[in-house]
């Protein structure tokens, strides 16, 4: 495998005194695509070390390798470790926990072996728990994230959760990753048919050894109940909580925080349809609940911000044409939503990044034998924002960020990272071949809204034509930017070499 590392200086985007100084593109790392090998998994740690899930492209004697290589701060390898797996298995989860990042395979989804390695960043080794789940049980699957990760596992302390049914019964199996033993929640609700109960999601409470689930049950063709249920690490259901009396509203994603000792925060996207036309926000208190707060996206003061004065107009009269008849306005648009974040304790974050799904319809065949068939293109993300909130479920403030990614994904990405301080809510993500820094005070003011392009050479022989990539944060004052980048030979002309890489820079502000 060809690897390249250059460690450049140079300096890529200034955003005045918030930032404190430059960003500086400091080291960088590179790997050619067509090495034999396919990137999983980047895995950060605070300690400034990193670590590169890369899987063979084909199998040999019926194996498949995954190689886990560690890297320094300066994005230098400092040691490697591989483990084989049958090719019947393939990736179903992956999941980071402190210095651990835990990679789950499973033969098939109506199939119940499972083998789980567990790479340690700090020792560089892998420890490998194969089991078995009880017959008739079907995985979950749900594809999503910047890596292509999936949304089917969550770690709570020792223990990998997995969710899936059982004779359409949904459960969650919690399973111990030191010798593959399970126990299982199941999750029904009195007097609904399992078929008719579905388990949105499940989502670690942060700095708890609980975790929460969502289930939603279908009383009737347009009713739905919301229900959120939350277990500790002892399998011993907490809470149960019934989370509205909208019975026309859906519930389809969920977020949420522990404030005190019984009380939670919760919030997502719901709608009346299928594409989310809000936000909610819950809190809760042992089974009750305290506060709720249905927030269309027309609701929201700065929803429209990046339309043009004619659009906004137009927007308006409509938006008061319907209040006048008692309706509301509605706009459905799909959003991916961050981890809640906790700014005091009766303060909360939301971010969310809109995306339209995007698409194009192909003929093949002549004549009679003509046919059409739809197809998916990706997701175009166009704004994120960001929602503060209190308590009592009221919206503090709100503003929209303009997000040009300049490319569409085939699954649900996270292109903005966050880093709070004392004063800033500081937002970074890539746009194209730049950096694009936002930064409010929480207050929702703008206090840097600025794009750089970004000057990141390859090498002295070749140039940056294309950057497909996001940007997160690392540790302290670091972010990584990685992804794939198109390389050309400079002064070629006609006949310059052309290569793909992929590739990651640290950045350092």
């Known amino acids: 495998m060809k690897r390249i590392i250059y460690i450049l200086v140079i300096a ?24 034999g090998l396919r990137e999983e998994h980047i895995f950060k740690h605070n300690s400034g070390n990193f670590a590169i899930l890369r899987s063979s492209e084909r199998s040999e004697g019926g194996e498949m390798t995954f190689i886990f290589t560690k890297y320094n701060s300066k994005l230098e390898e400092q040691s490697i470790e591989e483990i084989k797996i049958s090719k019947k298995f393939r990736i179903y989860a992956k999941v980071e926990n402190g210095e651990l990042f835990h990679v789950m395979f499973i033969r098939d989804f109506n199939k119940q072996d499972f083998i789980i390695g567990t790479y340690n960043i700090m020792n560089n080794k892998v420890k490998i728990t194969d089991g078995t789940l009880p017959k008739k049980f ?17 770690v ?5 959760l997995v969710k899936g049914r059982i004779k359409k019964n949904p459960m969650i199996f919690s399973i111990d990753m ?7 929640f199941v999750l029904t609700i009195n007097g609904v048919k399992p078929k008719k109960t579905n388990l949105v999601t499940f989502v670690n409470l942060p700095e708890t050894n609980e975790f929460a689930c969502m289930v939603t049950a279908q009383m009737s063709h347009r009713v739905m109940a919301d229900y959120v249920y939350v277990f500790n690490n002892k399998s011993e259901l907490i809470h149960s909580v019934e989370m509205k009396d909208k019975s026309n509203i859906f519930m389809l994603s969920m977020t949420g925080a522990k404030i005190s000792d019984s009380k939670y925060v919760f919030t997502g996207a719901y709608t009346k349809t299928y594409v989310p036309e809000g936000i909610y926000i819950v809190t809760t208190n042992g089974s009750e609940v305290l506060k709720s707060n249905f927030v269309g996206y027309t609701k929201l003061q700065n929803f429209f911000k990046f339309v043009s004065e004619k659009a906004a ?18 706009y459905n648009n799909f959003i991916t939503i961050h981890p809640l974040m906790i700014l005091s304790d009766n303060e909360f974050l939301f971010l969310g990044e809109f995306y339209t799904p995007q698409y194009h319809t192909e003929t093949t065949g002549t004549g ?8 998916f293109d990706g997701n175009a993300y166009s704004e994120a924002v960001c929602v503060k909130f209190d308590d009592n479920a009221n919206v503090i403030w709100d503003n929209l960020i303009r997000l040009n990614p300049g490319y569409w994904p085939m699954t649900e990405n996270k292109f903005v990272t966050v880093k709070l301080d004392d004063k800033n809510i500081s937002l970074l993500y890539s746009e194209r071949n730049s950096i694009h820094s936002n930064v409010l005070d929480y207050e929702g003011r703008t206090k840097v809204d600025e794009i750089k392009q970004m000057i990141t050479e390859a090498n002295e022989n070749e140039e940056v034509k294309k950057t497909m990539g996001v940007i997160e944060y690392w540790y302290d004052n670091y972010f ?8 050309k030979e400079q002064d070629g ?14 950045l350092e502000y």
């Open 480 to 487: 990584i930017q990685y992804g794939i980048q198109k390389l």
């Open 138 to 154: 079907h995985f979950d699957y749900s594809l999503s994230g910047n890596k292509g990760s999936y949304l089917n596992a969550s």
């Open 493 to 506: 002309g006609l006949f310059a070499k052309r290569r793909l890489v992929y590739f990651i820079n640290k």
């Open 313 to 330: 107009a137009k927007i308006e009269k409509r938006k008061e044409k319907l209040e006048s008849k008692g309706k509301e306005m509605v």
């Open 178 to 184: 030191e010798n593959g033993n399970y126990t299982d």
């Open 368 to 375: 009679n034998n003509r046919s059409t068939r739809r197809v």
């Open 12 to 35: 890529v985007l200034s955003i005045g005194n918030v930032w404190g100084q430059n960003i500086k593109t400091v080291a960088r790392f590179e790997t050619n695509l067509n090495d």
């Open 156 to 160: 709570l302390g020792n223990n990998l």
